[in-house]
């Protein structure tokens, strides 16, 4: 097992090297990506939402031996190609889900989301957790 670490945007990646190839955590992929600290429920949001993502998942992720600070622990993990396809997942879903939004903002007259309200939509799941 060689763990070793990636930085993304000043985060730390754990990724593990599997067959000749690195592959990253899924977890801290996703914590360098979102302003959230559970990982956890964000991701199974996302397969909730996903109907394509929670069919393919067993297919894009491997539970691997990862080094961390309390040891060996398994973890889910994706390599270069798996985060690829996921990508492509998420932009099909956000077409859709932008063309909704628009369609929305055009019948009532006004926007449904902005970036001021969606962080104080998240600010305040946070107060409440």
Not at 20 to 25: D, L, T
Not at 85 to 109: C, D, F, M, P, Q
């Amino acid at each position: 097992m060689d763990t070793k670490i990636a930085l993304f945007q000043n985060k730390e990646i754990r990724k593990t090297l599997h067959n000749e190839e690195w592959w990253f955590v899924i977890e801290d992929v996703v914590l360098a990506l979102i302003d959230s600290n559970d990982s956890k429920q964000y991701i199974q949001r996302m397969k909730e939402r996903d109907e394509e993502l929670n069919k393919g998942w067993v297919q894009l992720v491997l539970t691997l031996e990862v080094l961390t600070k309390g040891g060996k622990q398994k973890m889910n993990c994706a390599n270069t190609e798996g985060f690829e396809e996921n990508k492509i997942a998420a932009k099909k879903g956000g077409k859709v889900a932008g063309a909704a939004r628009k369609n929305l903002e055009l019948e009532s007259g006004k926007k449904v989301s902005t970036s001021r309200n969606y962080i104080e939509t998240q600010q305040k799941k946070k107060r409440l957790s």
